[in-house]
Every structure is written in structure tokens, then in C-alpha cells.
């Protein structure tokens, strides 16, 4: 997986791996950005260099059986390129993609550049972008979530997974569009609050799913449940949003 680092350890790098081993896979973590950021906010973020990423990825390749790739923060417009071309060599391996563009604090981590990037050149390769609503309205370019999810998939998505945890009311809800006439919906008790990493641990626990063999319904549904039971577990790590305990035992 490709993802930033997050020194809270609430999101990012970190939540994917606890999320990856949790499931039962081996994570190969590259590092694509380096940030400020604390279980409140996001200060900063600096990119890696992407020739580095490119080595990285190229030697861990050539060691390693890639089942699944999950990408999260890609640090600017130069790290998707280089994403983008590992994908290509690769089309039979499924890609999550965590289109983050804003910290739940309401930091920026993506310009207009990296999201142009994205939605040209990385999303028509994914077989699943998982935006919240928030990244779905930027990205879709309309307020209403069935249109702007739409929108994605004419310009190339190979589906949409519109996730509901930003969101209010009793249950969190999210849609998946997929070309079929109607979207697939699954409804999840809301714990009371926000928690620091649920959109990183969602995508995470998808793509490991993938990587084990589920269909991408039956990865979603296993990944939903998970992050349910780290939420129920929550740890106060900060003084911000509470951090999802994403090493609870998990039985499959």
C-alpha cells in the first residue's frame, strides 16, 4: 500500500498496516508523504520523492507477490504518475483507492494538480475509489452524491464506493455504484462522534479482503464489520477524535 505517515498513528501508513495484518495479509508499505498532524488536524505535509517511491515500489515488486494495492495520501500530481505506471504493468491486480484530499480537521493534503491527477490518470486504473461525502462532492463536481458518483464512473471509475461515516442520523450508510441500476447499500449502527482514521482502516481492510479472494461485496462487507468493532473499541489517544483499535482480535 501507498500512504502517508501519520505521527498521531491514527490515520494514514499505520492504519493500514494494523488493518492489513489484522485481516490476515502481510502489508509492503511505501511511504508516499510525510506530514504535521496530530488526532485533530493536519498542520503540513511534505512529499516523498518520487523517483524514491518509484525504487521502492520496483524493488519490493520484483521480491514480492502483489495480491492487492491500497493507496491512500499520494503527496502530489509526480507520485501518482509513478503509481500510475506500477498499476499499468499490473492490470490484473486489484487497486483500492482512498481518494484523500482533506484531514477531518479540515487540513488540505491534496492540491488541484494531485487531484487532477487522480481523477485522469489513477482513478480509471482503480476498481474502487472509496471517497466520504465530502471528497465525493470535490471529486464527482455536484452536490448530489448519486450524480457526482456517476460522474466518476462515466469519466473511467470502475466503481464507487460512497462512504457515510462523516455523515449524521442513526446508521452510517454506504452506497457502492457499480454500472448496475441501482446502487448497493449497507447500513451500520453510528457510534456518536468522528474517529481519527476510519476512512484509511475502511479502504485498508477492503483492498486486504481482495487480496485474500473475496469479491469486492463480500471484501466491503468483511471491512464494514472491522472497522465496527475497532470503532466499538476506540482508543483516547489525543485530545481530538478518538483512534479506532484496529488491533482487536479479529475472527474471520
Not at 33 to 59: H, K, M
Not at 105 to 118: F, S
Not at 133 to 145: S, Y
Request: a negative charge; aromatic letters at 4%; proline letters at 5%.
Amino acid at each position: 500500500m501507498l500512504s502517508g505517515l501519520d505521527p498521531s498513528g491514527g490515520a494514514g501508513i499505520q492504519a493500514d498496516i494494523q488493518a492489513i495484518t489484522s485481516l490476515g495479509c502481510h502489508p509492503l508499505p511505501v511511504l508516499t508523504c510525510l506530514t504535521v498532524q496530530d488526532t485533530r488536524n493536519v498542520y503540513g505535509a511534505s512529499p516523498v520523492d518520487a523517483e524514491l517511491i518509484r525504487q521502492q515500489l520496483e524493488c519490493v515488486a520484483d521480491d514480492s507477490t502483489i495480491h492487492a494495492i491500497k493507496t491512500g495520501a499520494l503527496g502530489n500530481a509526480g507520485i501518482v504518475d509513478v503509481v500510475v505506471e506500477f498499476i499499468r504493468k499490473r492490470p490484473d491486480v486489484p487497486v483500492i483507492t482512498d481518494p484523500v484530499i482533506k484531514a477531518a480537521g479540515g487540513g488540505d493534503l491534496a492540491d488541484d494538480a494531485l487531484i487532477t491527477a487522480m481523477k485522469e490518470r489513477l482513478f480509471p486504473l482503480a476498481e474502487m475509489i472509496t471517497p466520504n461525502g465530502e471528497e465525493l462532492v470535490i471529486l464527482g463536481g455536484d452536490a448530489d452524491a448519486d450524480r457526482a458518483a456517476q460522474n466518476l464512473m462515466d469519466r473511467g471509475c470502475g466503481s464507487v464506493l460512497a462512504t457515510g461515516g462523516h455523515g449524521t442520523g442513526v446508521h452510517i450508510v454506504n452506497r457502492l455504484y457499480n454500472h448496475a441500476p441501482d446502487p448497493m447499500q449497507w447500513e451500520i449502527e453510528r457510534i456518536g462522534g468522528e474517529y481519527h482514521g476510519t476512512g484509511c482502516t475502511l479502504a485498508a481492510a477492503i483492498a486486504a479482503g481482495r487480496a485474500t479472494g473475496l469479491s469486492a461485496r463480500a471484501a466491503i462487507a468483511q471491512a464494514q464489520n472491522y472497522v465496527h468493532r475497532a470503532i466499538l473499541h476506540a482508543l483516547a489517544v489525543g485530545k481530538g477524535q478518538p483512534v479506532p483499535d484496529r488491533g482487536i482480535q479479529w475472527e474471520r
